[in-house]
């Protein structure tokens, strides 16, 4: 059975807020398979991911919203902020490229010793026996893959 969640498309966060509580009623009483829910979830994560990073579509968009002269307006029951991001390509300086080398060597340092970590080792240069960190937690999660 599909979980139906939207009666409407939530405008607000009193909205929203009523959609996820109205939802986790329904997924929690049993009435639905959780892995037919989980993918159903995933399917509609995807589609909203690649509609919104879609560039045609982004272009679109913007185009309407700069119909506003304002830099913040009211649409619907929203509030529309247009911001713009500045992205600088630092690699063409040499001191930049050379510190980024240096961190980068760092930071696979970094993880070699964390990858040691998870087991215990006797250290190289004290002779030590360094214990192995515990895990500080674990998840389980489901990967999901659609057919094509």
């Known amino acids: 059975m599909e979980l139906a969640i939207f009666k409407q498309i939530p405008g607000t966060e009193t909205q929203i807020e009523a959609v996820v509580f109205d939802a986790k009623q329904k997924i929690l009483s049993g009435d639905y398979n959780p892995i037919d829910l989980e993918v159903q979830l995933k399917a509609m994560e995807e589609v909203i991911k690649r509609l919104r ?78 214990e192995a960190i515990e895990p500080s937690s674990s998840t389980i999660y489901l990967m999901i893959k659609f057919d094509k």
Do not use: C
């Open 53 to 130: 990073g879609d560039r045609d579509i982004k272009e679109y968009v913007i185009d309407e919203a700069n119909k506003y002269p304002e830099k913040s307006f009211h649409h619907g029951s929203v509030t529309i902020t247009k911001a713009n991001r500045t992205t600088y390509d630092f690699s063409q300086d040499e001191e930049w490229r050379r510190l980024k080398t240096i961190e980068n060597e760092k930071g696979d340092d970094r993880k070699l010793r964390e990858k040691k970590l998870k087991g215990s080792f006797v250290d190289s240069e004290t002779g030590e026996l360094v």
